[in-house]
């Protein structure tokens, strides 16, 4: 485990010592205020229900961006030949770098926490939808990260990273919206379980499903997975 | 006990492209042994393979007995690595970036310090300790990337190019560091620069096209390659004449003469000699008894002279084959 810990603190480090980490989080806090206010005096309800599913979709095109360096980065400056050759198994370089990830994704969701002050002040939200609700979106964000970090395993690269990773998680975002279109059950239930809105939006209703947890975790795994078995694959 | 490297037939190719062809040799422990090639002859390759970073298409590479292929993990314990393009993270300062290495290499928490200063000052990094290596020149980059490779004392040390882009007084300090590691260490050390090898390297590995030409002490070499001697002299005479009475001298092969500039009359010659004894001798008794001798020397074959017979030797040969 220490070679998880020093790879986890060694991107812990590269997060904050690069203007990246700072300009994610600024433009994830913009974004989720702006959502915030804007569904709040628009429908005039205390809830953080809209707000929940706008945050969603706008981590489809946020998580890309921290995910996109974790590998490409590391080819193109070289230094994965130094990963590679240092006592360490590719699932803990995998696993370090998740960590990271994941460590940055739950500050950009502990910082939205300023949004519920004025909810608080002024209305009187039930809090356990909002504790679902953040649940969720960090299980979906967890997901959208695994994926990202994938990708970025694949190229050299960081935008094409980038670039692979945005349609995939809006294509896995939005495929829930092609069950409409389906006659047969089976796609039907299939195009709905491997949507990613889908199962966020119970969360946002309050409902923690065992299944919907069981899904993001499963495509972390899987994505992980491969990431290790990739990385071994290339030497 | 094993040896700290030890290579048994070992090749890699790219796709349907051959890199390495059927490479073995060892290196002992406590020895430093110079992998000489050409650009594109397989060294940046077999290091990698030794590595660890990329897996052998066929062969065995083992390091202090653990086989690469199947305990990795094991042998990259024993190893310290610096690849040709040190592997450095330029947001990171310099004692951050060597901190990371050493948990990593699995050095216990209380005994970083120390190794830290150990490395920086064998690698001459006190003064930038706390800087960020996007700042460094490229001298001290290198020395960066040598100090990471130095942490935890491993039994096997392999650089690659590890005096590229350093001032000459940097070269020397470097130099010294492996001279003291290879002392109680196993050194693979690649290189273009020839007299470097002569000057620490045990023994030398001479690599083209993938292929080991020759492996040998570097004065093994330059005495298996004394066939080869020149002898060259300066001397005031016609060229003519001089040139027949050299071809006339037995053991004398070729002549060839060339005038020197801003001396008018003076030749310079250039004998090539087979590897009798007193070769010299009778040059010297022909030409100065008839004409003026100003200087003669028999010349050494350098190592970069044995390189270069190698290479090409290496290369008829796989001509020959095709």
Known sequence: ???????????????????IAYFVVAVFLLGTGYF????????????????????????????????????????????????MTLPLRP??????????????????????????????????????????????????????????????????????????????????????????????????????????????????????RSEAIVYYLVVCAIALVLNSAYLQWRR | MHPAVQLNSVSKRYGSRPIVHDLSFTVERNEIVGFLGPNGAGKTTTMRMIAGFTTASAGQVLVCGFDMATQNHEAARKLGYLPEQPPLYDTLEVSQYLRFVAAVKGLQKSEIPRELDRVMSACRLETVVRREIYKLSKGYRQRVGLAQALLG????????????????????????????????????????ILPEVTMICQRVAIINNGRLLAIDSPASLQQASEDSNNVALEVTAPAAELEQ?????????????????????????????????????????????????????RQQPTLE??????????????????
């Open chain 1, 1 to 19: 485990m220490s070679g998880v810990l020093a790879i986890y603190r060694k991107e812990m480090l590269s997060y904050f010592r690069s203007p």
């Open chain 1, 36 to 83: 915030f206010l804007y569904n709040i005096f628009m429908t005039g309800v205390g809830t953080m229900d809209e707000t929940f599913q706008s945050m969603g979709i706008f981590l489809m095109t946020v998580t890309p961006v921290i995910s996109m360096r974790l590998f490409s980065a590391e080819y193109s400056a070289k230094t994965m030949e130094l990963l």
């Open chain 1, 91 to 208: 699932w803990q370089i995998v696993l370090g770098k998740f960590l990271g990830a994941a460590s940055m994704l739950l500050l950009m969701t502990a910082a939205t926490g300023v949004n519920l002050i004025p909810l608080y002040l002024y209305g009187n939200p039930e809090t356990k939808t909002i504790l679902s609700g953040y649940i969720g979106f960090i299980l979906l964000g967890l997901a959208c990260l695994s994926l990202g970090q994938l990708f970025s395993a694949l190229t050299q690269n960081q935008i094409v990273a980038a670039l692979i990773t945005v349609p995939v998680l809006l294509g896995l975002w939005f495929v829930g919206h092609v069950q409409s279109f389906q006659n047969s059950y089976a796609l039907r239930d299939f195009f709905g379980y491997i949507s990613l809105s889908l199962h966020f939006g119970d969360f946002i209703r309050g409902l923690v």
């Open chain 2, 153 to 192: 004392s491993p039994d096997v040390l392999l650089l690659d190019e590890p005096t590229a882009g350093l001032d000459p007084g940097q070269i020397q300090e470097t130099r010294e560091v492996i001279r003291s590691f290879g002392a109680q260490h196993a050194v693979l050390l690649s290189t273009h």
């Open chain 2, 245 to 297: 009475e050299l071809r006339s001298l037995t053991g004398v092969l070729a002549v060839s003469t060339h005038p020197v500039p801003a001396r008018p009359g003076v030749l310079r010659v250039a004998c090539h000699v087979d590897g009798g004894e007193g070769a010299e001798a009778r040059i010297a008794r022909a030409v100065a008894s008839r004409w003026e001798l100003h200087r003669l020397e």
């Open chain 2, 305 to 322: 002279n044995i390189f270069l017979r190698y290479v090409a030797q290496g290369e008829a040969k796989g001509k020959g084959q095709q």
